[in-house]
T-cell receptor, first 116, second 113 residues
Framework: AQTVTQSQPEMSVQEAETVTLSCTYDTSESDYYLFWYKQPPSRQMILVIRQEAYKQQNATENRFSVNFQKAAKSFSLKISDSQLGDAAMYFCAYRNSGGGADGLTFGKGTHLIIQP | NAGVTQTPKFRILKIGQSMTLQCAQDMNHNYMYWYRQDPGMGLKLIYYSVGAGITDKGEVPNGYNVSRSTTEDFPLRLELAAPSQTSVYFC????????????FGPGTRLTVL
């Protein structure tokens, strides 16, 4: 079974600064997908960014980018120019690329605080 | 498009009661999922469905049942509520498997006393 570990229960950053959230995972598969989801106080799960393991290029979405290190099984999220609206829980998630429709495996989350 | 909708938003049950959490999507997605999120934890998969009439167990299925009679609806049934089922429940859907983004509903907060 796959596992996802987020070692930072909470992170704090000044508004407009850059912050990096860590995620490691364990899998014996060579092809898979990795995701970062944001969960604000409203509880809605919002997809931030997605990475396909077979792609070497790191995914980016505006101020959000990832550092995907396949050999190290590491998938960190970098948020540049942090904004107050970025405050939320952030979850790293994994999914196999093989057959079947089993769902996502989530980490425990990192609570991101933005200091004004 | 309303996306993925869930009802109710909140519910308090007594031990032994039963209830159905409703989930519907209007995106014509084939795949639907039920997750639970316990305090301080990530989401865990309860059940999933790859299409009408087809369901399968996830990581934590005990105490729950599902059905999928239409593409749009995927209700989750709790037959004999227990305090261990106190959690926030999320329904999600995706067009196809694996690479497609899962879209989540707003969640149902359930408390069993």
């Amino acid at each position: 079974a796959q596992t996802v570990t987020q070692s930072q229960p909470e992170m704090s950053v000044q508004e407009a600064e850059t912050v990096t959230l860590s995620c490691t995972y364990d899998t014996s598969e060579s092809d898979y997908y990795l995701f970062w989801y944001k969960q604000p106080p409203s509880r809605q799960m919002i997809l931030v960014i997605r990475q396909e393991a077979y792609k070497q290029q790191n995914a980016t979405e505006n101020r959000f980018s990832v550092n995907f290190q396949k050999a190290a099984k590491s998938f960190s999220l970098k948020i540049s120019d942090s904004q107050l609206g970025d405050a939320a829980m952030y979850f790293c998630a994994y999914r196999n690329s093989g057959g079947g429709a089993d769902g996502l495996t989530f980490g425990k989350g990192t609570h991101l605080i933005i200091q004004p | 498009n309303a996306g993925v909708t869930q009802t109710p938003k909140f519910r308090i049950l007594k031990i032994g009661q039963s209830m159905t959490l409703q989930c519907a999507q209007d995106m014509n997605h084939n795949y639907m999922y039920w997750y639970r999120q316990d305090p301080g934890m990530g989401l865990k998969l309860i059940y999933y469905s790859v299409g009408a009439g087809i369901t399968d167990k996830g990581e934590v299925p005990n105490g729950y049942n599902v059905s999928r009679s239409t593409t749009e609806d995927f209700p989750l049934r709790l037959e004999l509520a227990a305090p261990s089922q106190t959690s926030v429940y999320f329904c999600a859907s995706s067009y196809s498997e694996v690479k497609d983004t899962q879209y989540f509903g707003p969640g149902t907060r359930l408390t069993v006393l």
